[in-house]
């Protein structure tokens, strides 16, 4: 039997030439760098349906990349990623499933040099791998001529694509503005779908935003490495800036950091739950504070950076 897919989303009323935050560095810009230490988990697999270098004449595929580069955690190189071609289609799956926190709960990396030469893609959820709700993304940008191959965007055009900023900088999702849906569990999140945006302008293969938007970016990408190229998904579940206020953070006591054989965790209160992880979202440790305090034994893990789950908030510690 066939399957069928269906895909549903918000529907926002039409904001004519609406602003959104743009590239990293500049005021109020979103983006979620790579090492950021409320990141719990990363996408554990990917299945990639490549798109054509140009879907208006077919021939060749995009080929740039193996899909194993968007599995696991991102750095800021440009390199390791997975093109997907006009149109492509990557999946990924995670063994810590995204849920609907208090805030960001996943983002997606792109390899963009500069946060102007932007490739885009949708974004849609499931937590069966068989129904699927789309972001309900929004595009500005001019339709009245085709940014060619090597053209620039403006990101404060831009809401809800995935490839808003350069590499080492993931574009946020919060599952909250999906509209409820009986066949999703927005707590249970294990799959994430990207679709190449086809920049085109041509309303034969063009792509379209949740107002019924060409969306404009660069095209053709006639090129192995064409199209939107995935670098990773990290699970974040709860995220705002500035996860642990400077204010709160006092209350919280968390020596040696970097540690070598343990480290001592206080909080203001008793039955604070305590969570370890790896950089791969890995949980490895789980107690809770039952005075107020705990001693997590580190000898046995390899060096590297790991993060805390403290109630709440997240804090990164180095393992010497």
């Not at 030469?117 to 974004?123: D, G, I, M, N, R």
């Not at 699927?132 to 001019?142: A, E, G, M």
Request: hydrophobic share 40%; aromatic share 12%.
């Amino acid at each position: 039997m066939k399957k069928i897919i269906v895909y549903m989303a918000l529907v926002v009323p039409t904001v004519l030439l609406a602003q959104f935050d743009g590239p990293v560095g500049t005021e109020g810009c979103q983006a979620i760098h790579c090492d950021n230490p409320a990141i719990i988990g990363w996408a554990t697999s990917c299945e990639v349906t490549r798109g054509y270098q140009n879907i208006a004449i077919r021939g060749e595929l995009a080929s740039y990349g193996i899909p194993e580069n968007a599995i696991g955690k991102v750095t800021e190189s440009t390199m390791d990623v997975v093109s997907l071609g006009d149109g492509g289609i990557a999946i990924l799956t995670f063994d810590i499933p995204i849920r609907n926190g208090d805030g960001y709960d996943f983002a997606v990396f792109e390899n963009s040099f500069d946060g102007l030469y932007l490739e885009l893609a949708f974004v849609g959820v499931s937590s069966d791998g068989n129904h699927w709700v789309r972001f309900p993304s929004i595009s500005n940008t001019q339709t009245d001529t085709q940014i060619d191959g090597y053209g620039t965007l403006d990101a404060t055009r831009i809401h809800n694509l995935a490839g808003k900023y350069r590499a080492g900088w993931g574009t946020p999702f919060d599952l909250e503005v999906l509209e409820d849906d009986e066949n999703l569990d927005k707590n249970n999140i294990r799959y994430v779908k990207l679709i190449d945006v086809i920049g085109t302008i041509d309303p034969q293969y063009a792509s379209y935003d949740v107002n019924g938007n060409i969306i404009n970016d660069p095209y053709p990408t006639n090129f192995a490495s064409g199209g939107f190229d995935l670098a990773g998904v990290a699970v974040m579940n709860d995220w705002k800036p500035n996860s642990i206020p400077a204010a709160e953070l006092l209350k919280y006591s968390i020596y040696p950091n970097p540690c070598v054989e343990y480290v001592w965790v206080s909080t203001p209160k008793a039955g604070t739950v305590l969570s370890l992880y790896n950089v791969l979202g890995t949980l490895l440790w789980q107690g809770t504070a039952f005075a107020g305090t705990a001693k997590i034994e580190m000898q046995n893990y390899p060096s590297g950076f790991y993060i805390f789950s403290i109630g709440n908030y997240k804090v990164k510690i180095i393992k010497q």
